[in-house]
């Protein structure tokens, strides 16, 4: 069955750390990839997503992420974490013949100044 | 400029009630999606719809009645209302820009539904 995994429920980091967070999935093929955003009180927001070819992935808000085949990983990442960047987390993805998306259950980012 | 709004954006009703929940996109984009969203964060798909048509109809109980008037729109009525309806409802659209699947999907804000 097809699945998303987001081992980190909830991650702290300090403002001007690096962060990274993870996601495994479960298909039978390559699926389409995306990481989502989502601030308190909002919607959705689409920071990236991997289709083919070159395997990182940049996105908006200086996020970045790479797709391992051999890990099924597809792990987001950051250089430098600012105040603005607390929010919930989803790893999604999507089979190639139908823009249903399968979404992780997210995890939320605190910063710390 | 919304490009996807939903009304009302909080809905608190009683048990049996009977409800809607309004989308609506301005982005021409073909397809639209009703999402819903746990106590504990997981989002799963319950509905789209492509120019009017149902496209994903996943394992929702038939008192969920989704509901397109035109491309634009799409309404969630939802009869004899339960304490596990409780969720924050998402409607989401996309314009296949890429046949296949895998086109951006672009979120509304949300309806938080409470039934006591």
């Known amino acids: 069955a097809q699945s998303v995994t987001q081992p980190d429920i909830h991650i702290t980091v300090s403002e001007g750390a690096s962060l990274e967070l993870r996601c495994n999935y479960s298909?039978?093929?390559?699926?389409?990839l995306f990481w989502y955003v989502q601030s308190p009180g909002q919607g959705l927001q689409l920071l990236l997503k991997?289709?083919?070819?070159?395997?990182l992935v940049q996105g908006i808000k200086g996020f970045e992420a790479e797709f391992k085949r051999s890990q099924s990983s597809f792990n987001l990442r950051k250089p430098s974490v600012h105040w603005s960047d607390a929010a919930e987390y989803f790893c999604?993805?999507?089979?190639?013949?139908?823009?249903?998306?399968?979404f992780g259950t997210g995890t939320r980012l605190q910063v710390f100044p | 400029d919304t490009a996807v709004s939903q009304t009302p954006k909080y809905l608190v009703t009683q048990m049996g009630n009977d409800k809607s929940i309004k989308c609506e996109q301005n982005?021409?984009?073909?397809?639209m999606y009703w999402y819903k969203q746990d106590s504990k964060k997981f989002l799963k798909i319950m509905f789209s719809?492509?120019?009017?048509?149902?496209?994903i109809n996943e394992t929702v109980p038939n008192r969920f009645s989704p509901k397109s008037p035109d491309k634009a729109h799409l309404n969630l009525h939802i009869n004899s209302l339960e304490l596990g309806d409780s969720a924050v409802y998402f409607c989401?659209?996309?314009?296949?820009?890429?046949?296949?699947?895998?086109?951006?999907?672009?979120f509304g804000p949300g309806t938080r539904l409470t039934v006591l």
């Open positions: 719809y492509n120019n009017k048509e149902l496209i």
């Open positions: 989401a659209s996309s314009q296949e820009e890429l046949a296949g699947g895998g086109n951006e999907q672009f």
């Open positions: 298909y039978g093929a390559t699926p389409y």
């Open positions: 991997y289709f083919s070819g070159d395997t």
């Open positions: 982005l021409g984009h073909d397809t």
């Open positions: 999604a993805v999507g089979p190639r013949n139908t823009d249903k998306l399968i």
